[in-house]
Each structure stands twice: as C-alpha cells, then as structure tokens.
C-alpha cells in the first residue's frame, strides 16, 4: 500500500525556518518524482514545489522561490521541503505528492494527509 | 504566474451532466510542447485525488463518468451521469514549463 506521510510542521514565527518531511512507502521511491502543494486555511490548492525522481531538477512557484528548498534522499525514501523566511501568507497545511512519472511534470496520484504551518507572531 | 480561471461554482441533479473549465495561457494550458493537465477531486477536511491526467487520461479505479478534454487555452472536465457522492471540490493542474506547476482556483460542485 503506498503511503506518504507529512512531519515537521508547527507555529513559527516571521522569519523563522522549518523543515518539512515526507516519508514513502508501499512503492519503489526513486521511479516517481515528487511534489509539495499547499492549502492556506478556507483557500485552493497552491503547487510550491516540484522535484525529478533522481533530485537532479525542481522547479519552485514565484512565491516561494529563494526562500523554500525541495530535495530527496531516495536512500530514505524521504522527500523535504526546507522553508526559510516564513511569512505570515506561508500558513496552510503542506501536502505531498507522488507524481504518475518519473518526472514532477504531470499528474499526482496520491497524497499525504498533510501537516499544517502556521506562521504567526 | 497566475491562476487558472475556474467557475467559483457549478451544480446540476443526479443524472445529468456538468463540464467545469479551466482557462489558462499559451504558456501553460494552451502550449503546443506538453499536455499536461490534470483535474483533482478534494472533499472537506480531506486530501485531494487526481481523476484526470495528460488532458483525457483516467487513473485506475476512477469512474468513466469523468471524462477530460482541452481546445486551445481552455481545458474542461465532464462528469456525466451527477451522483451525489460528485459534490465536491475540483481543481485543475497545469504545466507551466521550468518544471512548474499552476493550479486552477477550484470549483464547488453542488448535486
């Protein structure tokens, strides 16, 4: 059974750094990019970033580009998001997803429950 | 980057049909280099889970009522058949090259 599953998130305050894991299972790790994705509280679905199955290419949204980070450890079936200067617009629950390919390029087949940041002061 | 444009809300009763689009750009939707596309169903309170992909492509286990399609900038997901289990949420994906990704504002559908 394949599944993915969150840790890392809490309250931080502005400014402050985060680390965000996600752990796989139930399938072979490194034939699937992957992907983050968030959902501010009441809002949609907002990509952030996006990694290829051998972590050599990602892509990030304008929002969080320069301050998140997306890389995997395929030894540890691991994949993370590294968040640095959190702001208050960064609160949402963070999910992650495994992409249909190799790639991080199309579609998601499935997703963590997701764990949630709140940045606050 | 921007949003692609969805309706706020679409609704329908069991049995008929609803199409929700999706409207983007020549650099996302509309690119003649990749069709990437995909629709995500999301309930309350829970994760979402693709329905659609590559434009037209349906995942194992996803009913054939839902069906996906694409016509210049604009992309449109088709559920025939409304059930009342199909109230949800449905946002769609694309491509938007440099390895990104944008997604649509989402859609309540109500049966």
């Known amino acids: 059974e394949v599944q993915l599953v969150e840790s890392g998130g809490g309250e931080v305050r502005p400014g402050e750094s985060l680390r965000l894991s996600c752990t796989a299972s139930?399938?072979?790790?490194?034939?699937?990019?992957m992907t983050w994705v968030r959902q501010a509280p009441g809002k949609g679905l907002e990509w952030v970033s996006g990694?290829?199955?051998?972590?050599?290419?990602?892509g990030h949204s304008d929002s969080v580009k320069g301050r998140f980070t997306i890389s995997r450890d395929n030894a540890r079936n691991s994949l993370f998001l590294q968040m640095n200067s959190l702001r208050v617009d960064d609160t949402a629950i963070y999910y992650c997803?495994?992409?249909?390919?190799?790639?991080?390029?199309?579609?998601?087949?499935?997703w963590g429950q997701g764990t949630l940041v709140t940045v606050s002061s | 980057q921007s949003a692609l444009t969805q309706p706020r809300s679409v609704s329908g009763s069991p049995g008929q049909s609803v199409t929700i689009s999706c409207t983007g750009t020549?650099?996302?939707?509309?690119?003649?280099?990749?069709?990437?596309v995909s629709w995500y169903q999301q309930y309350p309170g829970k994760a979402p889970k693709v329905m659609i992909y590559?434009?037209?492509n349906r995942p194992s286990g996803v009913s054939n009522r839902f069906s996906g399609s694409k016509s210049g900038n604009t992309a449109s997901l088709t559920i025939s058949g409304l059930q009342a289990e199909d109230e949800a949420d449905y946002y769609c994906?694309?491509?938007?090259?440099?390895?990104?990704?944008?997604f649509g504002g989402g859609t309540k559908l109500t049966v």
């Open positions: 997803a495994r992409a249909i390919t190799v790639t991080a390029v199309v579609g998601f087949d499935y």
């Open positions: 139930g399938f072979t790790f490194d034939a699937h990019g």
């Open positions: 990694v290829n199955w051998n972590g050599r290419t990602t």
């Open positions: 020549s650099n996302d939707i509309g690119s003649y280099d990749y069709n990437y």
């Open positions: 590559d434009v037209s």
């Open positions: 994906c694309s491509y938007a090259g440099n390895y990104t990704q944008l």
